[in-house]
């Protein structure tokens, strides 16, 4: 019978803690497969990879000791398997040895076994799930999301799209039938309770639209108690759309992504159960995922956790198991020919293995996704906190199924590029930093991305412009070309002060102007809150609080206010002036210079001399600088003179205008606000600078329209890709 392994060999010559060397062997154990095994044994280095049963390996430092050493381990091999023996993989346990589990309360419990069918993409699973009543309160009523129904032609996902657009739906698009997703649930039982299929019915929380099939609530025959458990056994079969949302097929690639029924979540004394919307994400209880998937033995294979066995059945088909703890949902992708890339960074909490499925042309961004991944790991690992988990999984989508890429599931991320991607073009690796950032806001804090996005996306697009600082260089992270760059702060700023003044970041996530404002304001605005945040309480506090935050509310889905509260703590100051505005409120924030300008002192006195001698006439000059938003932050001036002198001015700026004077014996040259350039909130920085030398302001006039062109122009790239 053909089998499968994955096979890891360590150093010291047992099976034990993953290893960055590992071998893939797939049939029979041939001359080609034994040299791959034996490379393992002496601790050589492999980066194996499969594309529809062809392999190569890279074999790196083979040792003196090979065949002594690989006869041995090779025994021990053979006897595992004639004594029918699960073959064992490179990873067993999906958290790090250093991490005291649980790490959660463990709400949930999920077993899944699916069968997948690559024919027309379809699954049939049947789903095990404990859930334990941790609300204080019996409970009778129990909502469970079926996202894949969003895909209908009259859900609320659909009917928004059209009418606002998202991310992979243009407004007004017309519908298509291979966007047809659906979740189906043949039979739901519940242990002790008996089969209560007949008690499910669909509800619609949010907008009353009875043809929407993303919630539904199952009526029990009697109440579950306070810290009581209860068993589903759940029936269901899935229909894949064509990549849309975070999940679906392209061709033979498949992205299953929110596929199974999934329990609502007990949040501030009611359910969370929000169907699905066509600008909102996720939010899940923390638990157990034990998945067994079946599909053709030529697929490899992705997943939340670690693979932990795998068995070849005799129709052509594998079955795979994965585990993972203490996350709140479980994805996996499959695709035969994608090619496997693996290495390790060592972090903190311990060695972490990373894990590429590349597609063939992709191969020349696979470096760059794993340098990116390992540079965000760690500057996470020394700024935020640990990554407890084993394992990172990074999914490279093929062409034309870019619909599945740039998203974030606990320990496995999408990332994104094309062919064409060149190196300065930061594409790949701002899109692996930005997914792998969620591993610690959506994935690990676990806020509620139907209620609070800001709390993941915006909270993630401020450290994805630190942590692309530090990497890459600060003004060139996004584009980095003789002729143009581009940073992260330039392309928040340009999805930002579009949509200023249409939403607040408290708007929960269906309710925003349109998708283009959800966009600007969850992501960029909250960015350029926490970076002006810098120029009021300082860098080093900001980043504090995020540790803080990290540390104290990781598995406990907590809320904005807790955040807020925390950098108050923090900084030793009520900033509720600040927060009333930026993130509660719709005020804009836009200061000018509104005149400037310099005359003689003595321009009345009639026997003044003529001709102005420098360092001797004595001028009066004077800047009114205007509040032109409805925004109030505090504001430097900053002004300088023909003699070389600067000074600098601070404003509270809660009047409208202000005026300064000088009276010197030297010319006014300029005036600016905020010379540093830290309020990023600021929507118009074109009208905060002054200077007396036309062709110098019409010269940085310029410059400074130019870098908002290739900032576009970056964008642009960044949105073809």
Same mark, same amino acid.
């Given at each position: 019978?053909?089998?499968?392994?994955?096979?890891?060999?360590?150093?010291?010559?047992?099976?034990?803690?993953?290893?960055?060397?590992?071998?893939?062997?797939?049939?029979?154990?041939?001359?080609?497969?034994?040299?791959?095994?034996?490379?393992?044994?002496?601790?050589?280095?492999?980066?194996?990879?499969?594309?529809?049963?062809?392999?190569?390996?890279?074999?790196?430092?083979?040792?003196?000791?090979?065949?002594?050493?690989?006869?041995?381990?090779?025994?021990?091999?053979?006897?595992?398997?004639?004594?029918?023996?699960?073959?064992?993989?490179?990873?067993?346990?999906?958290?790090?040895?250093?991490?005291?589990?649980?790490?959660?309360?463990?709400?949930?419990?999920?077993?899944?076994?699916?069968?997948?069918?690559?024919?027309?993409?379809?699954?049939?699973?049947?789903?095990?799930?404990?859930?334990?009543?941790?609300?204080?309160?019996?409970?009778?009523?129990?909502?469970?999301?079926?996202?894949?129904?969003?895909?209908?032609?009259?859900?609320?996902?659909?009917?928004?799209?059209?009418?606002?657009?998202?991310?992979?739906?243009?407004?007004?698009?017309?519908?298509?039938?291979?966007?047809?997703?659906?979740?189906?649930?043949?039979?739901?039982?519940?242990?002790?309770?008996?089969?209560?299929?007949?008690?499910?019915?669909?509800?619609?929380?949010?907008?009353?639209?009875?043809?929407?099939?993303?919630?539904?609530?199952?009526?029990?025959?009697?109440?579950?108690?306070?810290?009581?458990?209860?068993?589903?056994?759940?029936?269901?079969?899935?229909?894949?759309?064509?990549?849309?949302?975070?999940?679906?097929?392209?061709?033979?690639?498949?992205?299953?992504?929110?596929?199974?029924?999934?329990?609502?979540?007990?949040?501030?004394?009611?359910?969370?159960?929000?169907?699905?919307?066509?600008?909102?994400?996720?939010?899940?209880?923390?638990?157990?995922?034990?998945?067994?998937?079946?599909?053709?033995?030529?697929?490899?294979?992705? =997943?939340? /956790?670690?693979?932990?066995?795998? +068995?070849?059945?005799?129709?052509? *088909?594998?079955?795979? &198991? @994965?585990?993972?703890?203490?996350?709140?949902?479980?994805?996996?992708?499959?695709?035969?020919?994608?090619?496997?890339?693996?290495?390790?960074?060592?972090?903190?909490?311990?060695?972490?293995?990373?894990?590429?499925?590349?597609?063939?042309?992709?191969?020349?961004?696979?470096?760059?996704?794993?340098?990116?991944?390992?540079?965000?790991?760690?500057?996470?690992?020394?700024?935020?906190?640990?990554?407890?988990?084993?394992?990172?999984?990074?999914?490279?989508?093929?062409?034309?199924?870019? =619909?599945? /890429?740039?998203?974030?599931?606990? +320990?496995?991320?999408?990332?994104? *590029?094309?062919?064409? &991607? @060149?190196?300065?073009?930061?594409?790949?690796?701002?899109?692996?930093?930005?997914?792998?950032?969620?591993?610690?806001?959506?994935?690990?804090?676990?806020?509620?991305?139907?209620?609070?996005?800001?709390?993941?996306?915006?909270?993630?697009?401020?450290?994805?412009?630190?942590?692309?600082?530090?990497?890459?260089?600060?003004?060139?992270?996004?584009?980095?070309?003789?002729?143009?760059?581009?940073?992260?702060?330039?392309?928040?700023?340009?999805?930002?002060?579009?949509?200023?003044?249409?939403?607040?970041?408290?708007?929960?996530?269906?309710?925003?102007?349109?998708?283009?404002?959800?966009?600007?304001?969850?992501?960029?605005?909250?960015?350029?809150?926490?970076?002006?945040?810098?120029?009021?309480?300082?860098?080093?506090?900001?980043?504090?609080?995020?540790?803080?935050?990290?540390?104290?509310?990781?598995?406990?889905?907590?809320?904005?206010?807790?955040?807020?509260?925390?950098?108050?703590?923090?900084?030793?100051?009520?900033?509720?002036?600040?927060?009333?505005?930026?993130?509660?409120?719709?005020?804009?924030?836009?200061?000018?210079?509104?005149?400037?300008?310099?005359?003689?002192?003595?321009?009345?006195?009639?026997?003044?001399?003529?001709?102005?001698?420098?360092?001797?006439?004595?001028?009066?000059?004077?800047?009114?600088?205007?509040?032109?938003?409805?925004?109030?932050?505090?504001?430097?001036?900053?002004?300088?003179?023909?003699?070389?002198?600067?000074?600098?001015?601070?404003?509270?700026?809660?009047?409208?205008?202000?005026?300064?004077?000088?009276?010197?014996?030297?010319?006014?040259?300029?005036?600016?606000?905020?010379?540093?350039?830290?309020?990023?909130?600021?929507?118009?920085?074109?009208?905060?600078?002054?200077?007396?030398?036309?062709?110098?302001?019409?010269?940085?006039?310029?410059?400074?329209?130019?870098?908002?062109?290739?900032?576009?122009?970056?964008?642009?790239?960044?949105?073809?890709?």
């Amino acid at each position: 019978m053909a089998a499968s392994y994955v096979i890891d060999f360590t150093v010291g010559w047992s099976f034990g803690e993953p290893q960055a060397s590992e071998v893939r062997q797939s049939g029979r154990m041939n001359r080609e497969n034994l040299a791959r095994l034996a490379g393992a044994c002496c601790g050589g280095k492999f980066v194996v990879s499969s594309a529809g049963g062809a392999y190569d390996a890279q074999i790196l430092d083979l040792n003196r000791r090979f065949w002594m050493e690989f006869v041995r381990e090779y025994m021990v091999f053979a006897q595992l398997c004639l004594a029918g023996a699960v073959p064992l993989l490179a990873q067993t346990s999906p958290l790090l040895p250093s991490q005291k589990a649980p790490l959660s309360n463990r709400v949930v419990a999920y077993q899944i076994e699916a069968k997948y069918n690559p024919k027309n993409h379809s699954l049939d699973a049947q789903e095990t799930l404990t859930w334990t009543n941790y609300t204080g309160l019996p409970q009778d009523r129990l909502p469970f999301h079926l996202y894949l129904n969003a895909f209908q032609p009259k859900s609320t996902f659909t009917r928004e799209g059209y009418e606002a657009g998202n991310r992979d739906v243009q407004i007004g698009a017309k519908w298509e039938g291979k966007r047809f997703g659906e979740d189906v649930i043949k039979s739901l039982e519940v242990v002790g309770m008996g089969d209560l299929t007949d008690q499910l019915r669909f509800i619609h929380p949010d907008d009353n639209n009875a043809d929407d099939k993303t919630v539904v609530e199952v009526q029990l025959p009697r109440r579950v108690a306070p810290n009581q458990s209860i068993t589903f056994k759940i029936a269901f079969h899935d229909q894949f759309p064509e990549v849309v949302e975070r999940t679906g097929y392209k061709r033979d690639f498949l992205l299953a992504g929110q596929w199974f029924p999934k329990i609502g979540v007990w949040w501030k004394n009611s359910w969370n159960c929000h169907q699905f919307h066509a600008t909102t994400e996720f939010f899940a209880d923390f638990g157990t995922y034990d998945v067994k998937v079946t599909l053709p033995s030529n697929f490899n294979v992705g =997943a939340t /956790g670690v693979q932990t066995a795998e +068995t070849a059945n005799s129709d052509g *088909t594998k079955t795979l &198991v @994965f585990k993972a703890e203490d996350v709140h949902d479980f994805a996996w992708t499959a695709a035969p020919g994608t090619k496997i890339v693996e290495d390790t960074v060592q972090i903190s909490s311990g060695t972490v293995k990373l894990r590429l499925l590349m597609q063939p042309g992709h191969m020349s961004s696979a470096p760059r996704y794993m340098d990116a991944l390992k540079g965000t790991m760690k500057k996470f690992d020394d700024w935020i906190g640990p990554y407890p988990y084993s394992q990172v999984t990074v999914v490279d989508p093929p062409h034309g199924g870019l =619909a599945a /890429g740039g998203m974030e599931y606990p +320990t496995f991320i999408t990332a994104a *590029t094309t062919w064409w &991607v @060149f190196d300065g073009l930061k594409i790949p690796e701002s899109v692996v930093e930005h997914e792998f950032g969620h591993q610690y806001w959506y994935g690990m804090v676990g806020t509620n991305e139907f209620e609070e996005a800001w709390l993941d996306e915006g909270i993630n697009q401020y450290t994805e412009c630190k942590v692309m600082d530090a990497l890459y260089g600060r003004d060139v992270n996004v584009l980095n070309t003789p002729v143009a760059t581009a940073d992260e702060r330039g392309i928040d700023r340009i999805s930002y002060i579009g949509v200023a003044e249409y939403d607040p970041l408290t708007r929960w996530g269906w309710q925003f102007l349109t998708f283009r404002s959800y966009g600007g304001i969850t992501y960029s605005k909250t960015a350029l809150v926490l970076l002006t945040l810098e120029h009021i309480i300082g860098e080093a506090k900001v980043r504090e609080a995020q540790h803080i935050y990290f540390e104290r509310y990781r598995y406990k889905h907590p809320t904005g206010d807790d955040f807020l509260n925390t950098v108050n703590e923090v900084a030793g100051q009520n900033l509720g002036w600040y927060w009333n505005q930026s993130v509660r409120g719709t005020q804009v924030l836009d200061y000018r210079i509104l005149s400037a300008e310099t005359h003689r002192a003595d321009w009345a006195d009639k026997n003044a001399p003529k001709k102005e001698k420098k360092g001797k006439t004595e001028y009066v000059s004077s800047v009114v600088v205007h509040r032109k938003g409805d925004f109030v932050l505090p504001v430097t001036l900053e002004v300088k003179f023909d003699n070389g002198e600067v000074l600098r001015d601070h404003w509270d700026g809660q009047d409208r205008w202000h005026r300064y004077t000088w009276q010197k014996k030297a010319k006014l040259v300029s005036a600016e606000i905020d010379p540093e350039h830290s309020i990023l909130l600021d929507r118009d920085r074109f009208n905060n600078s002054w200077l007396a030398d036309s062709k110098s302001h019409t010269s940085g006039k310029i410059a400074g329209y130019w870098m908002l062109i290739t900032q576009w122009f970056a964008q642009l790239l960044a949105w073809l890709a």
